[in-house]
């Protein structure tokens, strides 16, 4: 009787059909995974809030200083770092009163929301506008009308997105240095009387004497 003894036989191979599957099933998770966590999503921003950080008033020079908060909540949905950067300016009437360009900021993974504080200094407006500024809190009902306009864009290591343009009024109390409450929507400073109306300047030249 002879015995063969084959050098190869694929039935004698041992079977990796299981590891094979394994590690299929071990890639698809893990690209899921990677895609759940890297896909991009969307950055946004709150409402703006503002107060006022500073306010002193010299009617000896006629001039004031007025240093603005500005609060703006910014959420960040996604699992990596983002950073935001921009430019803020504050108006008074249809005259610039100061701007602040807004450095790259950190806004951690997965923040509803991260608040960016920007302090705006609104002091640096013409003389002119200055004795308004000095007559409208010498009068009842002793408020000022601000507009504040900007453009913010947060990026991360995929993208890169322009926020909503930043386009609001709002109002601060000379009394008590806060915001009133209730900002409204856009409003073309021209809807307003820009002007200044020399009852106006009188009463200014009144309270510097």
């Given at each position: ?8 036989d ?14 299929m099933?071990?890639?698809v998770?893990a690209a899921m ?7 991009p999503?969307g950055?946004s ?8 950080d ?5 009617t ?5 200083q ?11 949905p ?6 935001v950067e921009?430019?803020l ?5 249809d ?12 806004i951690?993974?997965?923040?509803f929301?991260q608040?960016l504080?920007?302090?705006v ?6 003389g002119?506008?200055a004795l308004?500024?000095?007559s409208?809190c ?6 000022l ?14 993208q ?10 709002f109002m ?8 009133v409450?209730?900002?409204?929507p ?10 200044l109306?020399?009852?106006v300047?009188?009463a ?6």
């Amino acid at each position: 009787m002879e015995i063969h003894i084959l050098s190869y036989d694929a039935r004698l191979k041992p079977q990796r059909k299981l590891l094979f599957f394994s590690c299929m099933m071990l890639f698809v998770v893990a690209a899921m995974a990677a895609t759940f966590l890297l896909v991009p999503r969307g950055f946004s921003a709150g409402e703006i809030d503002i107060q006022s950080d500073h306010m002193s008033w010299n009617t000896t020079k006629g001039t004031y200083q007025l240093n603005l908060l500005a609060s703006i909540p910014i959420n960040n949905p996604n699992f990596l770092n983002a950073k935001v950067e921009g430019n803020l300016k504050v108006y008074f009437y249809d005259t610039e009163a100061g701007s602040r360009d807004v450095k790259a900021t950190v806004i951690p993974a997965r923040t509803f929301p991260q608040v960016l504080e920007v302090t705006v200094d609104a002091s640096n407006v013409p003389g002119e506008y200055a004795l308004t500024i000095l007559s409208e809190c010498a009068a009842f009902p002793r408020r000022l009308v601000f507009f504040l306009k900007g453009s913010l864009s947060v990026r991360d290591f995929f993208q890169k997105v322009d926020l909503s343009p930043i386009d609001t009024y709002f109002m601060i109390d000379c009394v008590n240095g806060g915001k009133v409450p209730g900002p409204g929507p856009p409003v073309d400073p021209s809807d307003l009387d820009s002007a200044l109306p020399t009852p106006v300047h009188n009463a200014a030249e009144e309270l510097l004497q």
